[in-house]
């Protein structure tokens, strides 16, 4: 059985196939978030297999009860728009990191883009990092093509030993067959949830840059900068967090904003142990 549906576009032309998965790596939902923005209202041109590919104990259909009438049951999906921009078409997968079969999604991931004609692939997200809300979200780029790594963003330094994510796994089989595959991640501050809107522009703008296309931002910008102001007035009324923060910025100007392979390291387990007991941000970021 099939773990996906196309609906073929005979006229996409050396198409991009981009991709963020929610869970890990999505830290304050930049990747999902900037791929939504992203994806629009284009149509859905692939849907895969959810009953295949999620374990529903941990990726728990969503039910509204309105005055204990169920009015809705929401499932976990993961679909790839179709969406046009500055003569590029774009494919864009966003929904839910699969819990399943991950080596059965990668081929199956790997023979829609043959088929489609994917010319490139790009995995986009977000890591949770040491650095401050205050300063321009750093990125770091990876690939398996040491070829590919992007020499305009700063890559991860010395040995790396993380959890895998699925967009890893994509990215290996998928440069494993032919296509040339590569991911950026903005690093955002650990302390901050999401979605945390100067990550999503700074992903954006990078894709823009290296697709060659304008991407507009509609709101963002203004949602980034009330962001920030909500951010700023936290931080000013909580001087345990305020110097946490200053200390980072510190750091920033001593050339230290990119930590190193250990430090995202430890980053990322400590991010995965506060997604597994429902702890972690000292405050959000909403607003």
Do not use: C
Request: proline share 8%; no cysteine.
């Amino acid at each position: 059985m099939s773990l996906y549906t196309y609906r073929h576009q005979a006229d996409l032309g050396s198409p991009v196939l981009i991709a963020s998965l929610q869970g890990w790596v999505d830290a304050a939902g930049v990747g999902s978030a900037a791929a939504e923005h992203l994806a629009g209202d284009g149509p859905i041109v692939a849907e895969f297999d959810g009953d295949q590919l999620f374990d529903y104990r941990s990726s728990r259909p969503v039910v509204d009860f309105i005055d204990g009438h169920l009015r809705s049951l929401e499932w976990p999906d993961l679909v790839v728009h179709h969406r046009r921009l500055g003569g590029r078409d774009l494919l864009i997968m966003r929904g839910t990191e699969p819990d399943l079969q991950w080596r059965a999604f990668a081929a199956a991931v790997s023979e829609f883009a043959l088929i489609a004609g994917v010319t490139e692939f790009i995995a986009i997200g977000s890591v949770p990092a040491p650095v401050p809300h205050t300063v321009p979200t750093p990125m770091i780029t990876t690939s398996p093509d040491p070829d590919l790594l992007d020499p305009l963003v700063r890559r991860p330094e010395g040995l790396l030993r993380v959890p895998a994510a699925a967009l890893t796994v994509l990215s290996h089989r998928l440069s494993s067959d032919g296509i040339p595959a590569r991911g950026y991640w903005a690093q955002v501050p650990q302390y901050v949830s999401g979605p945390f809107h100067q990550g999503v522009i700074v992903l954006l703008e990078r894709l823009a840059d290296r697709l060659g296309i304008s991407i507009p931002l509609d709101s963002l910008p203004e949602e980034a900068l009330q962001q920030r102001e909500h951010l700023d007035g936290i931080v000013a009324g909580r001087p345990e967090i305020q110097k946490v923060v200053e200390k980072l910025e510190e750091l920033v100007e001593e050339g230290d904003s990119i930590p190193t392979a250990d430090e995202i390291g430890s980053q990322v387990e400590q991010y995965l142990r506060d997604s597994s007991d429902g702890s972690g941000d000292p405050f959000g970021s909403e607003g």
